[in-house]
Structures are given as C-alpha cells and as structure tokens.
C-alpha cells in the first residue's frame, strides 16, 4: 500500500548493453524455421505487429525498430494492429504461410494461441534463459508458461489500484482498508457523507461491470475454476458477491462505467476509486483531455495528487490484483532468428525507451539485469508522464519513490481466472462474453448472492461443454 508524498523530481539515466548471442538465437540463419532467406550470415527484416496504436506511441516504437536496425542491419516494419485484429489476422495468416515474426499481445491471447499451435514456444523460451528468467516478474512468466512451455516474453503491463482520498477518509475516522470486507465497510460509510464511497463500472453486463467483477472477486479468495472444476458458486465467491453489491450501492449517482467512475474522482465527487495505473497522470492535472474538475483543483490543479493514496495491493492473504500482462511472441513460421534478436534488444538496450512509450501503462515486467536487479523498475519512477516530457514530470517526483516499490508490488499480484493454467480458455471465453456480468441485474434486484452464484455456475459450466 503507498501514500503519497512529495519528492524531489529525479532523473535517471538508464542504459542497457546489448549483445547479439549468436549461440543464444537459432544458430546458423538457415537452421529452423524461416529464417536467413539472404545468403550464410546474412540476416532477413521482419514484421513487428503491435497493439500501441496512437500516433505518439506508435512514432516511438519505429525509433526503437530503426535503432535496432542500425545496432543489427535487420529492418523492422511496425504494423499497429489491436488485439481483436491479431486474432484474426493471425489465424488467417497461418493458414496461407504468411505471419508476422514478432507480436506483442496479451496473455489471454498467448494462452488462446498455444491451443491453437500457432506460437513457437521454443524462440520465446530461448529468449528469456538469454535474458536470464530470474531478472523478470515471477508472477508474469507464470502467467504465459503453458504446459511447462514460455510462449511469449513478458514485457510490461498495468495493473488495478484502489485510488483513496486520504482527506476524506481522516475527516470520516476511517483507516486504509486491508481487505475486500473493509473496502466495502469503508464506502458504505464515506456514501454516508453525501459522496459516492466507491467508483467503479458497475453497469450490468458491460465490458466495464465485466472488468470490475474480474477484479473485485478474486481479492476475496473466488476462482472462477480450478483444475477444470467450475467453482464460482464456491462460498469466497457468494461473499465477494455480497461485497461487491455493497460497493455498488454506495454510489451517490447510481450504475457508472469505467468513464464516469473516473470522472466522478476527477469532480471530487467519490471518496475512493477503483482504476488503472493510467489514472497517474490525470490525477495530476496532466491530460488535457481528462482533467480534474474538482472545486478545489481551480485554485490547486494538484490537489487531488497531493490528497489521493493508492491501495497497490488490496489483501495480502489473497494478493490476486486485475491487470494486463503484454509479452511478445513469435508465430510458428516466422524468422526465428532475427526474432529472437529483436526481442532481445526491446527487452535490454531499448526496454526503457519502450516503457516511455505510455509511462503510466507499461510497468516493467522484466525488472533488471543480473549486475543491477533494480534497473529497469528504478528507470521506470523517472521516466516523463503527460504531454511535456521534456519539463521531466515523473511518478516518483509527484508521488514519491516508494510509489515505485508499491507499483512493483501490485505487478507481483496481476491475477486473471485460470491465465498459465489449462483453465485459460474457459476464463478468456467468460470474460469475453461477460457471463458473470450478466447476471448482476439478479443482484441488484435482490436475488441472494447464493443463487446469483449459482446461475453464473450454471452458464460457466455450459460455456465449458462448448470449448469441449
């Protein structure tokens, strides 16, 4: 858990040597795969898909690419492409022989794509013992790892935070809550001032009331299925059920998507929130189009900075925190070997500036190298937030350092239903269709819990007989 706190702005001049491992690649380009199609040690360029699509983010990445190809002679074609966009395109792909070489995706994607046989597990593998496992997040390489296999190289990603306003809880004698049970205890009471206790997308059957039940139950200890065996009507589930109603209900303006939720913060009109890491930079006034409309941001654009805790990891007897692991993989077919190359290189020299990429969205997965275990997450506190990077603004200078430390923590706890076990794709296909959100009508309307629980059982274990 982080308070915050002023620091100093700091500056962190982060570097990474970078070493093209023949042995640790594919050895001669011809051997495996698709690679070399030039003659003996010549390389051939690739494709590099990527779901960073904005104008900003995408310039950035194709630096990288072409610093890459300055340090290798390899050419990269960056191909902005969604997620949704991938699946398909993938699979199309495979089936006529041509794919890209390197994709940064999902987890869920990565277990639907090892299902499918559609990733090279070995290159990917390959890579991380180059990079050398014991310098990433354990908890993300679990996270890909299938059947004993890596399928992808976990790169960076975001994970959910209980954002606090620290005034309000002193003013209402309330303590930082340690658990679900005290999170609801907490909104019920602060609703009771006249402010919504809680935002967070709670709009039955929506991708955003979706998100929030897959990230609020588990932190009471609910699986959706364990070893094949659908477990959502499981008692920890019924109560989280119970405290995500009590969360709901201290709204003061009634069902919100994820938007609203983050608006009602930013207005000052909600005690606590439940977001992303995103919320960093627009708590502190620096996105122009999400600002802080609060009455006393008018005479102080940091107040909300300066009066906002975060809750990075809700309960440490359950540390299951809702987030995104983005990895990269390499399609079976690909050109093993200058795949390997460049996600080696984004992974070390040009890790860092990817992070830059979207500062408050790409937490670092892999944390440092074997001589500095700390570099990349310490890089990552100073690197710039908002629309001037060039003024130097940074996590760690607005929130103080130990916010880094605390956001490590909650990467360590990014959980999702069933992801590295063979349960993902019954977990990715629940999500996907919002089953367990459909039903939250029912609980709104005063169906127990119990038989709330039972009916999401009841569709999760049909869904199951589909997927055979």
């Not at 299925?225 to 969360?247: A, H, Y």
């Not at 130097?392 to 200078?397: E, L």
């Not at 029912?442 to 169906?447: D, I, R, V």
Request: proline fraction near 5%.
């Amino acid at each position: 858990m982080s308070i915050r706190r002023r620091s100093s702005a700091i500056t962190i001049a982060a570097t990474a040597a970078f070493a093209v491992l023949l042995a640790g690649c594919s050895g001669d380009p011809d051997d495996g795969g698709n690679d070399g199609d030039g003659g003996e040690g010549e390389y051939s360029d690739i494709v590099f898909w990527t779901p960073q699509v904005t104008p900003s983010r995408l310039a950035a990445q194709e630096q990288i690419a072409a610093d890459f190809e300055a340090e290798t002679g390899i050419g990269v074609e960056v191909v902005p492409l969604g997620g949704a966009d991938q699946n398909q395109a993938l699979v199309t792909g495979a089936a006529s022989g041509d794919v890209p070489d390197v994709i940064l995706h999902g987890a869920d994607q990565t277990a639907a794509w090892m299902a499918q046989g559609l990733l090279d597990a070995e290159v990917t593998a390959a890579a991380v013992e180059s990079l050398d496992p014991s310098t990433f997040n354990e908890n993300a390489l679990n996270q890909v790892t299938l059947d004993g296999e890596i399928a992808s190289v976990p790169s960076d990603g975001w994970v959910h935070l209980i954002v606090y306003r620290q005034d309000l809880l002193e003013a209402a004698g309330l303590e930082v809550p340690t658990n679900l049970t005290e999170l609801a205890e907490a909104a019920t009471a602060l609703s009771e001032t006249g402010v919504t206790g809680i935002a967070l997308g709670t709009q039955s059957g929506t991708p955003s009331s979706t998100e929030a039940v897959n990230s609020i139950l588990p932190t009471n200890g609910c699986e959706l299925v364990v070893d094949g065996e659908v477990t959502i009507d499981s008692p920890e589930c019924v109560e989280g059920l119970e405290r995500f109603l009590e969360l709901r209900d201290s709204s003061v303006s009634g069902d919100l998507d994820v938007p609203a939720a983050q608006a009602a913060y930013l207005a000052g009109d909600a005690a606590m929130l439940l977001f992303s890491t995103h919320i960093f930079d627009e708590l502190a006034g620096l996105s122009p189009d999400v600002p802080v409309t609060c009455a006393e941001c008018v005479d102080n654009p940091n107040f909300l900075a300066e009066n906002s805790g975060f809750i990075t990891v809700l309960d440490e007897a359950n540390p299951n925190q809702y987030g995104t692991v983005l990895g990269y993989g390499v399609p079976v077919g690909a050109h093993t070997t200058e795949a390997q190359m460049f996600i080696e290189y984004v992974m070390s020299t040009g890790y860092v500036d990817t992070l830059a990429t979207a500062t408050e969205g790409r937490l670092p997965l892999r944390l440092g190298t074997p001589d500095n275990p700390t570099e990349y997450i310490d890089a990552w506190g100073g690197l710039p937030i908002g629309p001037a990077p060039e003024e130097g603004v940074s996590i760690a200078s607005i929130y103080g350092e130990e916010i880094v430390t605390d956001i490590n923590a909650g990467m360590e706890s990014v959980y999702r239903w069933g992801f590295g076990t063979e349960d993902a794709e019954l977990a990715g296909a629940a999500f996907t269709q919002g089953t367990l959100a459909s039903n939250l009508d029912a609980l709104y309307s005063g169906t127990p819990a119990a038989d709330v629980a039972a009916t999401m059982a009841e569709q999760v274990t049909a869904l199951q007989a589909e997927l055979g």
